[in-house]
């Protein structure tokens, strides 16, 4: 008999590109002819917010807890709970987006608006119960983590913060700035999973298996990110300041959420 598959899972990024493919097939697809005089480099938000915060951003893809992921065995107990930790906060923020995109169906305006969002909400809670079942599974095809543990755990205020923030960007913001609140998270998920896939001293670990592996596969919608931005330049290009500001204090909460699975005790 063969063995069932692991449920697909990576973590909430994974959820949020039908986000970003939603965005990119709701903007338009012709550029202005103006926009070519634009060098592309000044048109590369995602580049240049990268650049331009490089501390940060240095100091969010380095963070001791991922540098640890990348040295450890599999029975390393610190790193091994830090990292269920983290998953189980990933859980409730997929968790949390069913509701919030069940809320939107009344608020539709049109019948296509209601179906799109019906999808989304049928989408969403798809990806919620892989994600329940791989974090709760058994080994080797799951995590291994007990429903009542995972049930049981409350949404630390980081994230509860970090959800906020982007349900709000959602909401009040324009289609391009909700979103820039994506641009920290999938790029550094993208980045700190690649140097986990090549350089992990150890390829038997839950977190190399559930979610460097699977998080390495972003590449393409991180280009896509990039592409839809630079495509949007007009759109952006006059609120440097504030979406310098989203974009530090995203880079902000992964640091902090990445610090907090370090400092986490066991449970």
């Known amino acids: 008999m063969s063995s069932p598959p692991t449920p697909a899972v990576s973590g909430r990024f994974r959820h949020v590109v039908g986000e970003l493919d939603r965005a990119v097939a709701n903007s338009t697809t012709e550029v202005p002819s103006e926009q070519w005089e634009v060098p592309l480099h000044k048109r590369d938000l995602v580049a240049k917010l990268i650049e331009e ?13 991922c540098r640890a992921m990348k040295e450890s065995t599999r029975v390393d107990h610190h790193v091994l709970r830090g990292f269920e930790w ?6 409730y923020f997929v968790a949390n987006q069913v509701e919030y995109e069940a809320a939107r169906v009344p608020k539709a305006k049109t019948a296509s608006d209601v179906q799109r969002t019906i999808k989304r909400v049928s989408n969403t809670a798809k990806y919620t119960d892989h994600f329940f079942k791989a974090i709760t599974g058994a080994h080797p095809h799951g995590m291994g983590i007990s429903s009542s543990t995972l049930l049981s755990t409350k949404l630390c205020p980081v994230m509860k913060k970090y959800i906020d923030l982007i349900d709000k960007a959602a909401e009040e ?16 998920y993208y980045a700190i999973a690649s140097d986990l896939y090549k350089y992990s001293e150890h390829r038997d670990t839950l977190w190399y298996k559930f979610w460097a592996e699977e998080n390495f596969g972003l590449g393409s919608s991180c280009l896509q990110q990039q592409k839809f931005f630079i495509d949007n330049y007009k759109h952006w290009k006059d609120d440097m300041g504030k979406i310098t500001k989203l974009f530090r ?16 005790s066991p449970h």
Request: hydrophobic share 40%; with cysteine; charged share 25%.
């Open 53 to 65: 915060n490089k501390d940060l951003w240095k100091e969010l893809i380095n963070n001791k807890f």
């Open 86 to 91: 983290y998953m189980m906060q990933e859980y």
């Open 173 to 188: 913001e324009s289609e391009v700035f909700s979103m820039v609140v994506m641009i920290a998270g999938l790029q550094s």
């Open 249 to 264: 204090e995203t880079c902000e909460y992964e640091l902090e959420l990445w610090e907090e699975a370090w400092n986490h």
